[in-house]
């Protein structure tokens, strides 16, 4: 392997990533995202309310408004990014690697080797489980910022997918 | 002391007694010391003498009790291939790692180590149980033969093939590079002064705060006076402040330098390094060749002068003790710098390759980061006083300097199996890595970026991420696809 000399040059040759053949997440996912969009402007609002329960001294109905504004306008621009960014989530496995992409207005594409996982689990959160969906995530050696988790995954294609990538790893050892 | 034989169980030295007591002491103190508080401060049970002679006492023999029992409950040994610590004795814990597991054995030693001379061994792992594999006192001896001892069964694990190898194992341990104390005076001058004064600022800020409350009246009184005498000549001030800054700075400096890398001494032995330094704290780290992900080196205006660089060495790190894992060289020459470089990535062939440069684009967005943000976040300040425009233009042009500057460092040269980074602004910092260390790779590109084909790479090794931001689409592509391929075929150890 020392020796090998493929020049960059020559990049034609090389495999490529595809970035529309790439499998699209569970459609109940995005209904867990948009859950979680909804709690959390739940819980916004909800402490605006109080706040403005709780006070003495009301705040001048101007700010009041602006700021229910602020927040109506936010999770509205953050609903309508999750809507339109769910298509661009996706993972793909290849022969030797595995990768996942997303992001509407950041696209991110990530690929992890499957000779540099170390190992691999898969989760559950409460409202995943309500819909019977589950995480793979993969562990990579050293710091946390190479780890890929893989979400929305119906629980039996998750535990398909950690049982192939498990026996990848073991291959390499 | 024999050599010692790993395969039987061992305690810790027999002077580890002093240390675990003392060490218990403090542990003791830190778990109970609210209850100390309350019982200080209601001092009335403290009438009677006898109650607290009693107390002390008993919490004494607790402490001597436990002491006893916990390092004659402590073992550790090698059996099949794994290295086996067991300790407590109310909670008994076996602690299991196989050898070739084990990422370095480092040594260290604290002031009181060093009056009774035994080390502490600590046995870093890539897994979260690193932490707890620590020995606290070793005979000086004993720890280098358990030091060569783990290395060297992990050495034959590995190189089981290559009876090469085997003669080598006693080759001399050959010193790299040295510091003498004029080396570290010059090192502790080129240090980062902005950042030695910020430190001393916010803790000299809360020592004259402490102090005001204690002098209240009479530190009053005598800063109105200086005061008065400041304001009367506010240039005098500024001078006076801008000197006693840099001075305490420096000083500040050249004593934690000295302190922190007295007697430094980078040894190589085989594919082997081993850092040994410090004054009061002495520690002793061992890098091994195909651990090592990356090597940083940095050098900066002053240090530009004396021609010194500052080299971290970047190993796999575990997430909880991420800064134990970085070893840094805190000064070498160019020389040095050149030595290491050619041991441990080859002969120099990546300057036969371009340097490729982030996209002028990447100016833009770090201008408006810097400079616009911050003056349109301003604005409503801006109308209150024509003078704050002067101040607007000053900080734009400023921030552009600054990116600008940014920019102009900002490029990698790559080939096909190593690649060098290049950033930093008023110091220059470079990164190095082999390809096959990668473990994951990001291809990046905001809808800013797409529109003018640009990217950005970020390459994750064990030990960190190397980014490459704003290059062209297709070269990130091309990029992307080739460390893929080069790391999938890639056999070698990376960690």
Known sequence: MENFTNSILLPENLPEIESNTFNLLDKKYLRILLLQNLILYLLLSG?????????????????????????????????????????????????????????????????????????????????????????????TAGGTSSDLVIPGLPVDDAQKLKAFLSEKISEHE | ???????????????????????????????????????????????????????????????????????????????????????????????????DRIQSVNTKQNLIQQLLNVVSLEIDTAGTIGMELKIHALENSFSTELQTLLRSAKKEKLDWATDELQEKTEAEEKLILKLST?????????????????????????????????????????????????????????????????????????????????????????????????????????????????????????????????????????????????????????????????????????SLNPKIYSDSYYFRRLWILFGWLPVIIATPFLFSEWRFWGGVVFWLSLSAGYSFLILKKRYFRINNDQIRVSKGAISHKWEQMKLFKIQSVEFRQTIFQKRRSLASLHLTNASGTITIPYIGEMMAKQIYNYLLYHTEISEERWM
């Open chain 1, 47 to 139: 402490a605006l309310v109080i706040f403005l329960l709780l006070t003495e001294q009301k705040p001048p109905i101007f700010i009041t408004l602006s700021v229910s504004l602020i927040i109506v306008l936010a999770v509205g621009l953050s609903l309508a990014i999750t809507v339109l960014g769910f298509p661009k989530k996706g993972y793909l496995v290849r022969e030797k690697d595995v990768s996942f992409q997303k992001g509407l207005i950041t696209y991110k594409l990530t690929t992890v080797p499957f000779n540099r996982i170390q190992h691999v689990e898969v989760n559950q959160g409460i409202l995943a489980k309500m819909y019977g969906l589950s995480s793979v995530k993969i562990y």
């Open chain 2, 1 to 99: 002391m024999n050599k010692p034989d790993l395969s039987i169980p061992t305690r810790q030295s027999v002077k580890g007694l002093a240390l675990i007591f003392i060490i218990s002491i403090r542990q003791a103190i830190k778990m109970f010391w609210p209850l100390i508080l309350i019982l200080v401060i209601q001092n009335d049970i403290f009438k009677d003498r006898l109650v607290v002679v009693i107390s002390i006492l008993t919490a004494l023999i607790l402490l001597v009790v436990h002491t006893i029992l916990y390092y004659l409950n402590f073992y550790f040994f090698v059996a099949n291939g794994e290295f086996v610590l067991k300790k407590g004795y109310l909670r008994k814990k076996v602690l299991s790692i196989p050898l």
């Open chain 2, 182 to 350: 004029s080396d570290l005076l010059k090192i502790g001058i080129s240090q980062n002064h902005l950042r030695a004064g910020l430190i001393i600022i916010a803790f000299g800020f809360q020592i004259f705060q402490q102090i005001e409350d204690l002098f209240q009246e009479k530190a009053e009184e005598y800063s109105n006076e200086l005061i008065g005498f400041m304001s009367n000549s506010s240039w005098a001030l500024i001078a006076f402040l801008l000197v006693f800054f840099l001075l305490v700075s420096i000083i500040f400096s050249l004593f934690r330098t000295l302190l922190k890398y007295f007697d430094f001494k980078l040894l190589k032995k085989e594919d082997t390094y081993r850092v040994e330094s410090g004054l009061i704290n002495k520690r002793n780290v061992i890098i091994p060749h195909n651990k090592l992900q990356e090597l940083n080196w940095e050098t900066g205006p002053i240090k530009q002068i004396f021609g010194i660089y500052n080299l971290v060495f970047k190993q796999a790190v575990s997430g909880q003790n991420r800064r134990q894992q970085v070893v840094d060289a805190p000064g070498c020459l160019s020389r040095h710098l050149e030595l290491l470089k050619t041991d441990l990535f080859g002969d120099e062939q990546l």
